[in-house]
């Protein structure tokens, strides 16, 4: 069994009107609660990891706010090294810091890999592309596809938080991908798409079609249907980012692609990093909190980064697969989770199930904390975030 049923937690929800009251929870610490995850994966990379680092990244959720001093190990000063580049259709940065057994050059070569191991996998798991293995099954949709093994992987990921959301994610949504167009893809003047035609499309959403045969690495998707794994690929490619880098004997570094984030390890002077969760109705770089982290990832949905507002509603890219039109439940969503992966498919679940139902599915998970902004603007912590998530202000109101 992979996981325990979710449980109703009790969660710490704080009203935005809050004034000194919720200062007050800001500086409080709280206590430390784990769930029980079991699900077995002996495939799945370890990317356990840690990380320090005064980041100045591309425009994202998650960022790192400070760096501390550079102390010394085993009489070496560590030497931090930064590296931006451009894959899956975001900004990637690593921020490592050197150690007694790896120097410069040898830090410089490993980054070098881990770029390279994100662009193989990107080009297997993009739904963008034809020739990829998603591509390829998209194309051929009604007949069986091989696959390889890392895509096999992701697709039995997805199929599993599938399930464990009662459909709140599915991959099989990408069948409206081209309904809904935000971001470089939107229109100068959006126009919502024709609800029969959404209704049309809705109808063939349903992961529970696809036909997946883990064994012989093959995957059949009902004819006119598609999948893709944008909400799941890029958590997965950044975890091989950090094994890569954990192989080449790093231990304190960044890997952060878009709003997708891993920390290995702490600060050069111990201390623990620190990053700040985006105000979704602030301006970019304004946060309503911050996170400690080490050795564990974060990923933030939100509705703020692609949208666009008609008649008063905002419309944005993360669609609940069970109505065709963008989930109301959430504002933001940032999950703290021990792998980039479960992050980065958790954060979409539980944005689109809201506040209660996706507590509890974060609670069933072993590790995993969730930080919700709910649709009128409340603040939720779960309860595994104890002492790691400070307050700072209410965050902004507005559509």
């Given at each position: 069994?992979?996981?325990?049923?979710p449980?109703?937690?009790?969660?710490?929800?704080v009203?935005?009107?809050?004034?000194?009251?919720?200062?007050?929870?800001?500086?409080?610490?709280?206590?430390?609660?784990?769930?029980?995850?079991?699900?077995?994966?002996?495939?799945?990379?370890?990317?356990?990891?840690?990380?320090?680092?005064?980041?100045?990244?591309?425009?994202?959720?998650?960022?790192?706010l400070?760096s501390?001093?550079?102390?010394?190990?085993?009489?070496?000063?560590?030497?931090?090294?930064?590296?931006?580049?451009?894959?899956?259709?975001?900004?990637?940065q690593?921020?490592?810091?050197?150690?007694?057994?790896?120097n410069?050059?040898?830090?410089?070569?490993?980054?070098?890999?881990?770029?390279?191991?994100?662009?193989?996998?990107?080009?297997?798991?993009?739904?963008?592309?034809?020739?990829?293995?998603?591509?390829?099954?998209?194309?051929?949709?009604?007949?069986?596809?091989?696959?390889?093994?890392?895509?096999?992987?992701?697709?039995?990921?997805?199929?599993?938080?599938?399930?464990?959301?009662?459909?709140?994610?599915?991959?099989?949504?990408?069948?409206?991908?081209?309904?809904?167009?935000?971001?470089?893809?939107?229109?100068?003047?959006?126009?919502?798409?024709?609800?029969?035609?959404?209704?049309?499309?809705?109808?063939?959403?349903?992961?529970?079609?696809?036909?997946?045969?883990?064994?012989?690495?093959?995957?059949?998707?009902?004819?006119?249907?598609?999948?893709?794994?944008?909400?799941?690929?890029?958590?997965?490619?950044?975890?091989?980012?950090?094994?890569?880098?954990?192989?080449?004997?790093?231990?304190?570094?960044?890997?952060?692609?878009?709003?997708?984030?891993?920390?290995?390890g702490?600060?050069?002077?111990?201390?623990?990093?620190?990053?700040?969760?985006?105000?979704?109705?602030?301006?970019?770089?304004?946060?309503?909190a911050?996170?400690?982290?080490?050795?564990?990832?974060?990923?933030?949905?939100?509705?703020?980064?692609?949208?666009?507002?008609?008649?008063?509603?905002?419309?944005?890219?993360?669609?609940?697969?069970?109505?065709?039109?963008?989930?109301?439940?959430?504002?933001?969503?940032?999950?703290?989770?021990?792998?980039?992966?479960?992050?980065?498919?958790?954060?979409?679940?539980?944005?689109?199930?809201?506040?209660?139902?996706?507590?509890?599915?974060?609670?069933?998970?072993?590790?995993?904390?969730?930080?919700?902004?709910?649709?009128?603007?409340?603040?939720?912590?779960?309860?595994?975030?104890?002492?790691?998530?400070?307050?700072?202000?209410?965050?902004?109101?507005?559509?």
């Open positions: 069994m992979r996981h325990r049923m449980k109703l937690v009790t969660a710490k929800c009203p935005c009107s809050l004034r000194r009251g919720f200062m007050l929870l800001a500086t409080c610490s709280l206590a430390l609660m784990l769930g029980c995850r079991h699900k077995a994966h002996e495939s799945r990379p370890s990317t356990r990891a840690s990380d320090a680092v005064k980041s100045n990244v591309a425009p994202s959720s998650l960022v790192a400070s501390g001093s550079s102390g010394p190990e085993r009489d070496v000063t560590p030497s931090k090294v930064e590296r931006k580049d451009a894959a899956m259709g975001t900004s990637v690593f921020i490592v810091y050197t150690n007694a057994q790896v410069i050059a040898v830090a410089n070569a490993a980054i070098d890999s881990a770029i390279d191991e994100i662009r193989r996998l990107e080009a297997l798991l993009s739904e963008w592309r034809d020739d990829s293995d998603v591509g390829r099954v998209n194309q051929a949709s009604g007949d069986w596809v091989n696959v390889r093994p890392e895509t096999a992987e992701v697709i039995d990921e997805a199929l599993w938080i599938s399930r464990a959301s009662h459909g709140a994610f599915d991959i099989t949504f990408h069948t409206m991908g081209d309904l809904w167009k935000f971001g470089t893809a939107g229109d100068a003047a959006p126009q919502l798409p024709p609800r029969a035609e959404v209704d049309k499309r809705r109808a063939l959403v349903n992961y529970r079609r696809i036909e997946f045969d883990r064994v012989k690495g093959r995957v059949r998707v009902p004819k006119g249907r598609k999948i893709g794994l944008g909400g799941i690929a890029k958590g997965y490619i950044v975890d091989r980012a950090v094994a890569t880098l954990k192989r080449a004997g790093l231990r304190s570094f960044l890997v952060q692609a878009g709003g997708d984030l891993y920390g290995a702490h600060k050069p002077d111990g201390s623990h990093w620190v990053t700040g969760i985006q105000d979704p109705r602030g301006p970019e770089g304004s946060y309503f911050t996170v400690e982290l080490e050795d564990h990832a974060f990923s933030t949905a939100g509705d703020y980064a692609r949208s666009y507002v008609i008649n008063s509603r905002r419309y944005h890219h993360i669609i609940d697969p069970r109505t065709g039109y963008p989930a109301t439940a959430s504002r933001s969503v940032t999950v703290y989770a021990p792998d980039a992966l479960t992050a980065d498919m958790i954060d979409d679940a539980v944005f689109i199930m809201g506040p209660d139902k996706g507590l509890a599915l974060a609670d069933s998970l072993e590790g995993v904390g969730v930080v919700i902004v709910d649709a009128h603007n409340k603040v939720w912590l779960s309860p595994q975030l104890a002492g790691k998530v400070t307050l700072l202000k209410p965050p902004t109101d507005g559509i």
